[in-house]
Nanobody, 121 residues
């Protein structure tokens, strides 16, 4: 089994920062591209950031310049540094790996369970 476990969410004031982590565990051979999504109450899930296996990153305009995705392949962990947070960033943040290569050479699509980020004064 392969799991993604997020951590680092919480309550922060507007203008503050948080760093989310997502650790992959299980019989993994390689984790390729990874991403962070978020879902606010009453809204659809939306893409927040992506990172390829080579380290290339991409962000939507809503978070560009404020959020930074990074990865540590040795630790099988991906991070999301969030700065200058706004109330509209409030959401459950999910880690996503669309193509995990397991030790028995199967490809799996894996979602984490999410971590809640609340931006409020």
């Amino acid at each position: 089994q392969v799991q993604l476990v997020e951590s680092g969410g919480g309550l922060v004031q507007p203008g503050g920062s948080l760093r989310l982590s997502c650790a992959a565990s299980g019989t993994i051979f390689r984790v390729n591209a990874m991403a962070w999504y978020r879902q606010a109450p009453g809204k659809e899930r939306e893409l927040v950031a992506t990172i390829t296996s080579g380290g290339s990153t991409n962000y939507p305009d809503a978070v560009k310049g404020r959020f930074t995705i990074s990865r540590d392949d040795r630790e099988k962990t991906v991070y999301l540094q969030m700065n200058s947070l706004k109330p509209e960033d409030t959401a459950v943040y999910y880690c996503y790996a669309p193509r995990v290569l397991t030790a028995d050479y199967n490809f799996l699509e894996v979602w984490g369970r999410g971590t809640l980020v609340t931006v409020s004064s």
